[in-house]
């Protein structure tokens, strides 16, 4: 069988600077990028791109000049679609009274500065390493933006603490329930390095969810999902973050159940199409990452529980 070839289109990466991570940038041009697609939107960041700084604007603007437009709305829509599905989970986890909430790899995530509708009664911690939140507090209070009294930033330092021991100096309580996001991280990982943060989330008390993306390998992809992906691939690549673990749907599953989560649910562009598009087909979506939904289960934590795997609706 030959090997596809896609055309990778190259963009000149701004010069990394101190603070945020190169691909926390990415992202959150990304999110501002899709507020130029007329509406309505699935999900309007009007944070995005000030809290991206000068690096963002440059990036940006090299987005617009030197990639196809139509592969850059594909990519941006996906970086909306994960934040909405993610967003929609934590305001449904809040409605049957969750109080916690916790953004891992928190980058530029603005939920805490947009959603003030959520924040009321519900304590979210961002994670992340202390150079960058350090660099995004500043930019925070550069841009005059009030922080919510039940914001916490938790720094962790991998390197001489786990996450749960980061996570209980902060204040979290793993015997309440909580919502985790795990967006844009796995596929930098290592297997064993996801392995042990799925088993931190699992001793939360049961009911309470993690929602992740994960990276499609290439040759499982249709040659749309492969073009968009490759390019942006390649420029994580350039920016000093390389992809590192890719998974199928099923490897997804065994790994989810190993740690004793249920209730999985599986979302890509055709679930988002249908939810927010209209069912159009013509919408291009990025389509090489996936999300997915799990919740802890009394099987966590030592006791027998059922397993099983939906689909949105289901």
Known sequence: MAVRKPAIYRVAVVKPLPGP????????????LYRDEPGPLILDDDLALALAGEQGLTLAERFRTELPWSDVLAFCRWMCIRSRFTEDLVERAVSRGVEQYVILGAGLDSFAYRRGDLMDGLRVFEVDHQGSQ???QRRLRDLGIVLPDNLVFAPIDFERQTLREGMVSTGFDFARMAVFSWIGVT???TPSAIGATLGTISK???GSQVALTYNQPHRVLDDNALRVTSTFEAIATELGEPFVSLFVPDEIDVLLRSHGFDDIV???PEHARAAWFGGAPEVAIAGAQRLVAATVTPAAHGSLGSQSVRQPGA
């Not at 991570?21 to 501002?32: D, G, I, M």
Request: hydrophobic content about 55%; charged content about 10%; proline content about 0%.
């Open 21 to 32: 991570s190169r691909t926390a940038v990415l992202t959150a041009v990304a999110r501002a």
């Open 134 to 136: 350090s660099w995004k």
């Open 187 to 189: 596929m930098y990982l």
């Open 204 to 206: 939360c008390a049961a």
């Open 266 to 268: 599986h979302f890509g």
